[in-house]
């Protein structure tokens, strides 16, 4: 390494306490994006209860981020990023042990609602908080951002794993005492907004943003998307279960491998290679290529259900092709209209969240009505009608290609676009 990068490496990581808090907490939120998925068959075993209901688990937390993101630009414009911060990280913290300490899936349902509406109130503010604390200029808080979202997609499954092969209860403690720690920190260390000037978002801004016919057309393509996310996300551990590859009394061990791999391929591709693509060729091109290779996935899983190498793979590969896909979606939206970035991201996050909080009880009662393929297959006939809305609506969406967004922008979109 040159002496230019070692200076740079040494000044990136000299950052107030402040942003490794906030990068910590980060870490944290997104792991929960996969950390539940190795413990579903464990909770639907030790609960007693269905497929369907443990399916649940994501509905609640999905739909109540979704709603919840229609309000958090008006909830931080008025109280301030640090209030709306500690807000969520708390409520995470709360719902989070209460699932921990359920014994019920109906409570745990319902607590993983509250824990989503902390994640939205978190997720809304935090990388505004990294960039107004770090040292060395905006772009060393994105490279930060960016690395702990990596860091969290990735580990979560894995953590998931790990702490769900003891209790499924271990991943739900460990997000608890880990958002505790980082929440004490950010008390101490994140200084209060003293003087700042705040400029009141109204509460109809996110409702009257999906009028505007480019933003309505990719919250509609994102939802169709985000059924064939979900139905890849978490259906899949119960054919995976169900197929005996995994060894016996390590079965939640394994689940967090395997979608470790996924977590690693979809931070690759969503920090990286997305940037890549996006300079190279239009967004709707790249839509356009990526959305079709999905839905082509999710009908290779239907036919290869039976096969549980079949499936890793095909999750794996479904990894790599959602990072492009998050990103370059949510930089479409933030591209498509002259709003504020927050209004146009919480209307689309709210519609896209839709898809993610149908998805996964409809594929168990698909596959109680058809078998373990038929979910993949809907999933798919989804995607494909995705891809059939950016295509068919290119003239639509002419603004969102040519435009290059700065560091800022990107991490932001890599971030929004990650259901955490």
Request: charge should be neutral; hydrophobic fraction near 55%; proline fraction near 5%.
């Amino acid at each position: 390494m040159s002496a230019h990068g070692t200076s740079d490496t040494r000044a990136l990581l000299r950052q107030p306490r402040t942003v490794w808090a906030v990068a910590f907490a980060c870490v944290v939120s997104f792991m929960g994006l996969g950390l539940v998925d190795p413990i579903l068959p464990a909770i639907a075993a030790d609960l007693n209860a269905s497929a369907t209901e443990t399916e649940l688990l994501f509905t609640s937390y999905l739909l109540i981020t979704g709603a919840a993101m229609l309000f958090t630009s008006w909830v931080s414009s008025r109280i301030g990023a640090r209030a709306t911060l500690l807000i969520g990280l708390a409520l995470i913290v709360a719902f989070a042990l209460a699932s921990a300490l359920s014994d019920l899936v109906q409570a745990v349902i319902g607590f993983r609602a509250g824990w989503g509406l902390g994640n939205a109130l978190f997720i809304s503010t935090a990388l505004a908080t990294i960039v107004g604390a770090a040292s060395g200029g905006s772009g060393a808080a994105v490279i930060l951002y960016e690395a702990a979202l990596g860091l969290g997609i990735s580990i979560g499954p894995l953590v998931g794993g790990l702490l769900g092969s003891i209790s499924w209860k271990g991943p739900f403690f460990g997000v608890a005492a880990l958002m505790a720690i980082a929440l004490v920190a950010l008390l101490v260390f994140l200084p209060r907004e003293r003087g700042a000037r705040r400029e009141p978002v109204p509460l109809s801004a996110p409702f009257r943003a999906l009028r505007i016919p480019a933003l309505a057309l990719l919250a509609g393509a994102a939802l169709c998307y985000n059924i064939g996310f979900f139905v890849l996300l978490a259906f899949t551990p119960f054919p995976l279960f169900e197929s005996g590859f995994l060894p016996a009394g390590f079965e939640e061990i394994g689940l967090g491998i395997v979608f470790f791999g996924w977590g690693v391929g979809l931070a690759i591709t969503s920090v990286w290679v997305a940037p890549l693509l996006t300079a190279r060729m239009p967004r709707t091109r790249v839509l356009a290529i990526v959305l079709p290779l999905l839905a082509l996935d999710l009908l290779v899983q239907g036919l290869v259900v039976d096969s549980a190498i079949g499936l890793i793979v095909c999750v794996v590969v479904g990894g790599l092709l959602l990072g492009v896909l998050n990103t370059v979606l949510t930089e479409s939206v933030m591209e498509a209209t002259d709003l504020p970035r927050t209004v146009a991201s919480s209307s689309y996050s709210a519609v896209r969240f839709l898809g993610g909080a149908v998805a996964p009880p409809l594929a168990s009662l698909l596959a109680a009505a058809g078998g373990n393929a038929l979910p993949y297959y809907v999933g798919a006939a989804f995607v494909a009608v995705s891809a059939a809305l950016v295509i068919g609506g290119r003239r639509v969406l002419a603004r969102i290609d040519g435009r290059v967004e700065p560091p800022e922008l990107e991490a932001e979109a890599i971030g929004v676009g990650e259901p955490t």
